[in-house]
């Protein structure tokens, strides 16, 4: 039975990438941080298969110790600080763990499969955020990186790490750069998740509007279950390497405020929808768009869920939890 790693097990991707690899066979473990986590419970729920290891991206020596008692054939490195407004307040703590933590861990893994490099295949979540402002449309594994925040920052540091480690030590190192990928599980953060549960709120009388930032932002949007399989698919390749996952369109907030609302009935949403220039970034990322040739010929992903089946998946699932008092 192989074994995998985790770091982000609480966050979205951590938790389907978990449900995915569990019923693989695999016996997965997850890098969990902080005293009392309030959603190591969510964790147990879930995924009661997984195994817990107390450790911190910031804190080398827990790295090690999560390692040397999990043992595992494949580590998957998802934790970051991965919102990227907060990372313009929080710029230091954001580069300490979302990049340096890249760090931290390449070189435990490094240390921990000393004997034989390679033993251990290592995954990277790259970002599309990394391409800022593009230099190429569609973006793929060559263009030009431009990042745009110091999240993005910060991701290219752990996406040239990896890189590095996988040409330096012979390490079995991919970095998969995945475009915005949603989900029922996504944080309310986030700008679809914001919305879908303004929506189903809007829908069911208990708010009567939402609050945003740029509209003309343009993503290409997929589904976070289809993604975590292309994670999966990298680590089973002979050899590491760097793999764009998209969808190939893209959409504007725009286009997803007329699905939301749209499927809850309502038309015109522009008398629920207020602009605040508190939620625009110091610097935008207008428009991204990938092309994921290399994936889908080289691993054979292609992405199943489309936008529109992925908003009003959000928005259905937004409406039975508001239904029954769980948001
Ligand atoms: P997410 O839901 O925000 O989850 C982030 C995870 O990182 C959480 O489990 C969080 O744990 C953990 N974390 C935060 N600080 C940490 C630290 N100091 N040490 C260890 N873990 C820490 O993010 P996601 O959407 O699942 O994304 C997974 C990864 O893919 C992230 O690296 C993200 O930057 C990257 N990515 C995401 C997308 C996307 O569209 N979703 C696209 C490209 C790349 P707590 O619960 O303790 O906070
Ligand atoms: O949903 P967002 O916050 O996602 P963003 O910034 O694209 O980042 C996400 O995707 C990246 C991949 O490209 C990941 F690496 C990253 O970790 C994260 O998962 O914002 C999307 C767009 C932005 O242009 C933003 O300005 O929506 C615009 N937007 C407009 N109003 C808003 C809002 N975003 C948020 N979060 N909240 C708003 O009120």
Same mark, same amino acid.
């Given at each position: 039975?192989?074994?995998?790693?985790?770091?982000?097990?609480?966050? @979205?991707d951590?938790?389907? *990438?978990?449900?995915?690899?569990?019923?693989?066979?695999?016996?997965?473990?997850?890098?969990?941080?902080?005293?009392?986590?309030?959603?190591?419970?969510?964790?147990?729920?879930?995924?009661?298969?997984?195994?817990?290891?107390?450790?911190?991206?910031?804190?080398?020596?827990?790295?090690?110790?999560?390692?040397?008692?999990?043992?595992?054939?494949? +580590?998957?490195?998802?934790?970051?600080? $991965?919102?990227?407004?907060? $990372?313009?307040e929080?710029?230091a *703590?954001?580069t300490?763990?979302?990049?340096?933590?890249?760090?931290?861990?390449?070189?435990?893994?490094?240390? !921990?499969a000393?004997?034989?490099?390679?033993?251990?295949?290592?995954? @990277?979540?790259? %970002?599309?955020?990394? #391409?800022?402002?593009?230099?190429?449309?569609?973006?793929?594994?060559?263009?030009?990186?431009?990042?745009? %925040?110091?999240?993005?920052?910060?991701? +290219?540091?752990?996406?040239?790490?990896?890189?590095?480690?996988?040409?330096?030590?012979?390490?079995?190192?991919?970095?998969?750069i995945? #475009?915005?990928?949603?989900?029922?599980?996504?944080?309310?953060?986030?700008?679809?998740?914001?919305?879908?549960?303004?929506?189903?709120?809007? %829908?069911?009388?208990?708010?009567? !509007?939402?609050?945003?930032?740029?509209?003309d932002?343009?993503?290409?949007?997929?589904?976070?279950?289809?993604?975590? &399989?292309?994670?999966w *698919?990298?680590?089973? @390749?002979?050899?590491?390497?760097?793999?764009?996952?998209?969808?190939?369109?893209?959409? $504007? +907030?725009?286009?997803?405020?007329?699905?939301?609302?749209?499927?809850?009935?309502?038309?015109?949403?522009?008398?629920?929808?207020?602009?605040?220039?508190?939620?625009?970034?110091?610097?935008?990322?207008? &428009?991204?768009?990938?092309?994921?040739?290399?994936?889908?010929?080289?691993?054979?992903?292609?992405?199943?869920?489309?936008?529109?089946?992925?908003?009003?998946?959000?928005?259905?699932?937004?409406?039975?939890?508001t239904?029954?008092?769980?948001?």
């Amino acid at each position: 039975m192989p074994t995998a790693l985790i770091t982000g097990i609480t966050g @979205q991707d951590g938790l389907y *990438l978990a449900e995915l690899l569990l019923a693989k066979g695999y016996d997965v473990h997850g890098l969990i941080r902080g005293q009392n986590n309030p959603r190591r419970d969510l964790v147990a729920d879930l995924v009661p298969d997984v195994r817990l290891h107390n450790g911190d991206l910031t804190d080398m020596s827990s790295l090690i110790r999560a390692l040397r008692d999990s043992d595992p054939d494949e +580590v998957y490195n998802l934790g970051a600080i $991965s919102y990227v407004a907060y $990372s313009w307040e929080n710029a230091a *703590l954001t580069t300490d763990v979302t990049g340096k933590g890249v760090l931290n861990l390449l070189e435990a893994v490094r240390l !921990h499969a000393a004997d034989e490099p390679g033993r251990v295949r290592f995954y @990277q979540a790259s %970002s599309s955020e990394m #391409f800022g402002k593009v230099q190429e449309t569609p973006q793929r594994e060559t263009t030009l990186l431009w990042p745009r %925040s110091p999240y993005g920052v910060s991701k +290219v540091f752990g996406h040239h790490m990896t890189i590095n480690y996988r040409e330096s030590y012979g390490m079995h190192a991919s970095s998969g750069i995945l #475009f915005n990928h949603e989900s029922p599980r996504r944080g309310h953060e986030f700008v679809t998740r914001k919305v879908t549960r303004a929506v189903a709120r809007i %829908s069911l009388g208990l708010a009567d !509007h939402v609050t945003l930032g740029n509209l003309d932002a343009r993503r290409d949007w997929g589904f976070a279950g289809d993604y975590v &399989e292309a994670m999966w *698919l990298m680590l089973q @390749q002979p050899e590491g390497g760097d793999f764009v996952v998209a969808t190939g369109e893209t959409h $504007s +907030v725009r286009d997803l405020l007329d699905l939301a609302f749209g499927h809850v009935g309502i038309d015109d949403w522009t008398p629920h929808v207020r602009q605040d220039p508190r939620y625009r970034r110091p610097a935008e990322v207008d &428009e991204l768009v990938g092309d994921a040739s290399k994936a889908r010929e080289v691993l054979g992903w292609k992405p199943k869920v489309t936008f529109p089946e992925l908003v009003t998946m959000m928005v259905d699932a937004d409406l039975e939890a508001t239904r029954q008092g769980w948001t």
